[in-house]
């Protein structure tokens, strides 16, 4: 099975920016949609963005105009750069692989926004 393992969070300030990564094995990953999620403390874990095997991206709401996903198939990795963060983008995120039975997921990476 393809397991996500993701990387690139941290602590910044309010207006900044992190690139996040998830990465992995298989050539099969260029075949799957993957999103990124997030789940801040005592909420539930939501979407942040999904690209598909195509490379079609899609986006939530909240992070529209701020976010943007991209994959590169020569790599096995899918970015979430994300810009303007805000507080309210705190969070442990997490990388997501579409499998053909469900799905997997990595162990996430803390983002924090604060000055």
């Known amino acids: 099975q393809v397991q996500p393992v993701e990387s690139g969070g941290g602590l910044v300030q309010p207006g900044g920016s992190l690139r996040l990564s998830c990465a992995a094995s298989?050539?099969?990953?260029?075949?799957?949609?993957v999103g990124w999620h997030r789940q801040a403390p005592g909420k539930q874990r939501e979407m942040v963005a999904i690209?598909?095997?195509?490379?079609?991206?899609n986006y939530a709401d909240l992070v529209k105009g701020r976010f943007t996903i991209s994959r590169d198939g020569a790599n096995n990795t899918v970015y979430l750069q994300m810009n303007s963060l805000k507080p309210e983008d705190t969070a442990v995120y997490y990388c997501?692989?579409?499998?053909?039975?469900?799905?997997?997921w990595g162990q996430g990476t803390q983002v924090t926004v604060s000055s």
């Open positions: 997501k692989i579409f499998l053909r039975n469900g799905y997997s």
């Open positions: 298989g050539s099969n990953f260029k075949l799957r949609a």
């Open positions: 690209i598909s095997a195509a490379g079609v991206p």
